[in-house]
């Protein structure tokens, strides 16, 4: 069932909403890359020297080159660990417009729901980037230990917080945030896994990209399902 609900959500991938949703994102994610490095690269360039002195060799140039490449490599490190709960805090921001959309083609005979604030929206979302940032710190300390299965701990972890968090916004827009939390606890497990097959992908870049609309689509189709089973 849940496959299903993921093949659901895949096959509205072409809707305009949904487009403009990732295009946000991507830009936003580009944006957000950009600036950081651009930043990096101005402090290296201000505060490493042109050269160093080296006994018995004299002085060395390239080091602002070498922390260059250095920083770029670090970018590349990091935005593979930082993606997921950056991806988080867009797909939060653009939650509604998804699963509005998802509604109005899947479920157009449902009454219509007040928008959420924006203000409620940017708390929820920026709280869970903070949540997402802290579990994947805590994640790290694992992974010396974890040997082979870094990738399953990674998973584990964003997947019980992607899953958790997607269903409980989409769901309290149905159900209020007490309702969400409720139908939530009934069905952990197969939200779990939902979040986890939706975390897997998010080790990829690009690929990460699709994911955020892709998983508020899929729990949207999940929830109305689950809901509907009551």
């Known amino acids: 069932m849940i496959f299903s609900d993921f093949t659901r959500a895949l096959g509205q991938i072409g809707d305009p909403r949904f487009r403009r949703v990732l295009l946000l994102g991507v830009g936003l994610a580009l944006a957000l890359l950009v600036g950081v490095y651009a930043g990096m690269l101005f402090l290296i360039e201000w505060l490493a020297p042109a ?113 958790r968090e997607y269903f409980t916004l989409v769901a309290m827009r149905r159900l209020g945030r007490k309702g969400a939390k409720a139908l939530r606890a009934r069905h952990n497990g197969a939200i779990w896994l939902a979040g986890t097959l939706m975390a897997a992908p998010l080790s990829f870049p690009l690929v990460n990209l699709f994911i955020p609309v892709l998983g508020v689509a899929t729990f949207t189709h999940m929830f109305h399902r689950l809901n509907s089973a009551r």
Do not use: C
């Not at 260059?68 to 950056?86: R, Y």
């Open 51 to 163: 050269s160093v002195d080296i006994p018995l060799v004299g002085p060395v140039g390239g080091l602002d080159t070498l922390l260059s490449i250095g920083s770029a490599l670090l970018m590349v490190g990091l935005s593979i660990f930082l993606m997921v709960p950056v991806a988080a805090l867009f797909s939060g921001l653009f939650l509604e417009d998804v699963a509005q959309a998802v509604e109005d083609r899947h479920y157009p005979t449902l009454p219509p729901v007040p928008r959420l604030k924006l203000s409620d929206s940017l708390i929820d979302a920026v709280n869970f980037f903070g949540l997402l940032v802290m579990a994947n710190v805590l994640a790290l300390l694992l992974y010396p230990f974890a040997g082979p299965l870094v990738p399953v701990v990674f998973w584990a972890v964003n997947g019980f917080l992607l899953g």
